[in-house]
């Protein structure tokens, strides 16, 4: 069955939110959606989120779900907001308790805040499946990039999160807490192993040098004979070499701190002191 995919790109993050509804019918399910969030004076608005909702409104369409790949570290997610909008279930992987354990830590966040998931209304394993309407999802386990991530595979289209980019950037970084470049090779050969005609939906472009648009959509046949980082028969050793090296250049993404605070309970912010007012956490020295 071939989905209808409606992408939101989001320059301010490089990331591509998505509605996916079954061919025929009304139901829909939400993909990495975003919350627009002013660093700098710590506000956060809808705009992005608000798009998306008016979208699903005029076409009359009825969400069943609100998935997440995975744990973002350079957006806070819109889930939340969205939910209350639209309705729907909210969803990840299940190893979103190693994510909540490792960063509960390093954010203090004491034994208030619960490690086991709850916060989300569904945690898929590797293998479960769910339904949009008519329309199957399949959940592949990929993790490399976070413990957590998933794969939607969902009719003739799989949505990989950060795990893969478009052909000419490659792949995502794995020194995040819990990261692991064999564990990415591994996930993506999972990836490459479904049909070559599969529809890939990347989660972030930031456009390849030498193209001058930004694009996430691409398949497993190109990826396989393409991809910068693994295509071509690349090994696994050639790859944990290259992007180990590659990752210890890079900088942490703008929005981390925030980010992970409040993805890691599902895109809720943290709980209000005594005056109402919500305080997030910058750790020192900590990432």
């Known amino acids: 069955m071939t989905p209808a995919v409606k992408a939101f790109f989001d320059e301010a993050t490089n990331t591509v939110s998505y509605v996916v509804r079954e061919p025929q019918g009304t139901a829909c399910a939400i993909i990495d959606s975003v919350l627009d969030f002013d660093h700098a004076a710590g506000r956060t608005s809808t705009e992005s989120a608000d798009a998306i909702a008016a979208w699903v409104k005029a076409e009359g369409l009825r969400v069943e779900w609100i998935l997440e790949s ?14 209350e909008q639209l309705g729907g279930k909210i969803g990840i992987g299940d190893r979103i308790t190693v994510v909540q354990d490792t960063f509960g830590k390093i954010f203090n966040e004491g034994t208030e805040f619960q490690r086991d998931g709850s916060q989300f209304d569904r945690l898929f394993r590797e293998g479960d499946s769910f339904m949009i309407g008519q329309l199957r999802g399949e959940v592949l386990h990929t993790p490399g990039h976070t413990p957590a991530c998933l794969t939607y595979v969902i009719g003739d289209a799989a949505f990989v ?35 070559d005609e599969t529809r890939i939906f990347v989660g972030h472009d930031y456009k390849a040098p030498g193209r001058d648009d930004y694009a996430w959509e691409t398949t497993v046949g190109e990826q396989k004979a393409l991809n910068v980082h693994v295509g071509a028969g690349r090994s696994i050793e050639e790859f944990v070499e290259m992007r180990d090296a590659r990752d210890a250049t890079l900088g942490m993404p703008r929005l981390i701190l925030p980010s992970l605070q409040v993805n890691m309970r599902a895109g809720q912010m943290p709980e209000p002191d005594d005056q109402g007012d919500v305080f997030l956490k910058i750790p020192v020295n900590k990432i």
């Not at 995975?70 to 939910?83: I, K, R, T």
């Open 161 to 195: 999160g950060d795990t893969l980019f478009m052909p000419d950037f490659g792949t995502a970084r794995c020194d995040f807490p819990g990261g692991s470049s064999a564990d990415l090779f591994n996930s993506i050969q999972k990836i490459l192993a479904l049909p």
């Open 70 to 83: 995975h744990v973002h570290a350079d957006h806070l997610s819109a889930a939340p907001y969205l939910q």
